[in-house]
């Protein structure tokens, strides 16, 4: 089945650091969606892209839509420690509309350090 | 902010028996969605749900696993003869429409199989 490597598998950082994180694939993408998740509860949207070259911000997120449609990264800027958790990034394939169904990545747990 | 929201949040059930997790979508959202998540692992999708029936659906979801729309607002994963393997966490997600719409996550149902 199609793959998203994603990376790191997880950083641990002090408070006012910036972060990034990436999600890569041999498929091609015509949705990239970042996700956090914390403790016990579901999925929360953060950035959804939809062009390549796409870039686009939320606050202090920033996430880019790779021009090959292959890969997409994720920026969170001074980080502070509610910012902890697990960040996902999803994707649909490129299979003309056929498909809906978001293939995830493996994640990223981010620990901020006060 | 409308939201999706699941019931029970945590279902301990003997191997062998069936469980009903319920979900309701966002109220203009015609599209739904169910994922599982193992402990520990990524999001993984199982079905999408338009229209009164199933629009596409993973090998995951194998004759042990239905889905119905039983009135205007709920929107239910049925699990037959329960296994072990079958615990985890089981979100349900909804789009307002196909193509490129964000798919939002309720908190999840933890199924427990003893």
């Known amino acids: 089945g199609q793959q998203l490597n994603q990376s790191p598998q997880s950083m641990f950082i002090q408070e006012g650091e910036d972060v990034s994180m990436n999600c890569t694939s041999s498929s091609i993408f015509n949705t990239w969606l970042w996700y956090k998740q914390d403790p016990g509860e579901g999925p929360v949207l953060l950035i959804a892209?939809?062009?390549?070259?796409e870039l686009t911000s939320n606050g202090r997120l920033t996430a880019q839509f790779g021009i090959t449609r292959k890969d997409s990264f994720l920026n969170i800027s001074a980080s502070i420690p509610s910012d902890v958790g697990i960040y996902f990034c999803a994707g649909r394939l490129n299979y003309g509309g056929a498909t809906n169904k978001l293939i995830f990545g493996t994640g990223t747990l981010l620990a901020v350090q006060p | 902010e409308p939201e999706v929201t699941q019931t029970p949040s945590h279902q301990v059930t003997q191997m062998g028996q069936e469980v009903i997790l319920r979900c309701v979508p966002i109220s203009n959202h015609l599209y739904f969605y169910w994922y599982r998540q193992i402990l520990g692992q990524k999001v993984e999708f199982l079905v999408s749900f338009y229209n009164n029936e199933i629009s596409e659906k993973s090998e995951i979801f194998d004759d042990q696993f239905s889905v119905e729309r039983p009135d205007g607002s709920n929107f239910t994963l049925k699990i037959r003869s329960t296994k072990l393997e079958d615990s985890a966490m089981y979100f349900c997600?909804?789009?307002?429409?196909?193509?490129?719409?964000?798919?939002?996550f309720g908190d999840g149902t933890r199924l427990s199989i003893l």
């Open positions: 997600a909804s789009s307002e429409r196909r193509g490129n719409q964000p798919q939002h």
């Open positions: 892209l939809y062009k390549a070259g």
